[in-house]
């Protein structure tokens, strides 16, 4: 059997996540995960994924002092309130 040696490309955006408890959420999700796929709006109204993946997360709580940090974070999208891309990037 082949091994299979093609890399996927990633289209890392920033974006930023408020839930409805009111955390906010801030990292990176890959808008090319599916072809036809290539603006957050796009990730986000799809209905056959009930969650939106993200990678290198901090997350706000007003509860807290310091924001918390993970890796990777699947957030359930029926918990989003709103989802806006960073509008600093390029």
């Known amino acids: ?37 290539d603006r957050l709006s796009d990730l986000m109204s799809d209905t056959d994924e009930p969650f939106l993946i993200l990678h290198h997360v901090t997350i706000h709580q007003s509860s807290l002092d310091n924001p918390i940090r993970h890796k990777t974070l699947f957030v359930n999208k029926q918990h989003v309130i709103w989802a806006e891309p960073d509008q600093d990037q390029k």
């Open 1 to 37: 059997m082949e091994k299979d040696t093609s890399q996927s490309s990633t289209n890392d955006r920033i974006v930023r996540v408020r839930l409805i408890d009111g955390t906010q959420v801030n990292g990176q999700v890959n808008i090319d995960r599916a072809k036809g796929y």
